[in-house]
Structure formats: C-alpha cells, structure tokens
C-alpha cells in the first residue's frame, strides 16, 4: 500500500522557521494532492495547507487564513514528497501535524493516506 514518513518537527523559537517534509512510498501510480493539517491542544484537526497535481478553479495550492503569507506548501514529484515551511512562527502554531495524501495506486484503485503526525512546538 502507501505509507507516508514524516520528518522535520520540533522546537522552534517564536519568529523562527522549520521545514516539514513528508514523502509517500509505495504502489503509487499517481498522487492528486498533498496536504498538511494540525492539531493543536484541545482543537480539532484542521487543514492548514494543500497542494494539487493540476491547477483548476482551486488554484495550485490553498491556505487556511491563520498561515497565509507564513506557510509554504510545496511538492516533488520526482521523490512524492511534500514540504511545509512555516516561516516567523507564533506559538498558536503549536500541534501535531499530519501529512494527508489522495493517491491513485498501481491497477487503478485509489486512496486517502495519512501520516503519523509530527510535534511541532513553539516556544515564547
């Protein structure tokens, strides 16, 4: 099947930057999109970022309103990776966050994959 690791969380001071990256293995034909959401203390998990394969009326990549302008999604499709830069961090962004993945595998079958879930934490 899929499996997704996960890698690059941490601690990281306020202001700072940190590099997630998730890369997917396995028999995978073709990924539709990536993305990242998060799940902070107490909240529920909510998307913070994805990415598509094709640009359409949604655009190449969406935001939620709390990282844009901080948060940059991108994606290798030569490794089916996909990065999130989160840039001048705030402690809001605080949580665990998951790699999601819509793929369409070997055959012709296809499926939502998701990561183990990494710690980011940001100190002030």
């Known amino acids: 099947q899929v499996r997704l690791v996960e890698s690059g969380g941490g601690l990281v001071q306020a202001g700072g930057s940190l590099r997630l990256s998730c890369t997917a293995s396995?028999?995978?034909?073709?990924?539709?999109?990536m993305a990242w959401h998060r799940e902070a203390p107490g909240k529920q998990r909510d998307q913070v970022a994805k990415i598509y394969n094709l640009v359409g009326s949604h655009g190449s990549a969406d935001y939620a309103d709390s990282v844009k302008g901080r948060f940059s999604i991108s994606r290798d499709r030569t490794t089916n990776t996909v990065y999130l830069d989160m840039n001048n961090v705030i402690p809001e962004d605080t949580g665990v966050y998951y790699c999601q993945v819509y793929a369409y595998l070997t055959g012709g079958s296809w499926g939502e994959y998701w990561g183990q879930g990494t710690q980011v934490t940001v100190s002030s």
């Open positions: 396995g028999n995978i034909q073709m990924i539709n999109a």
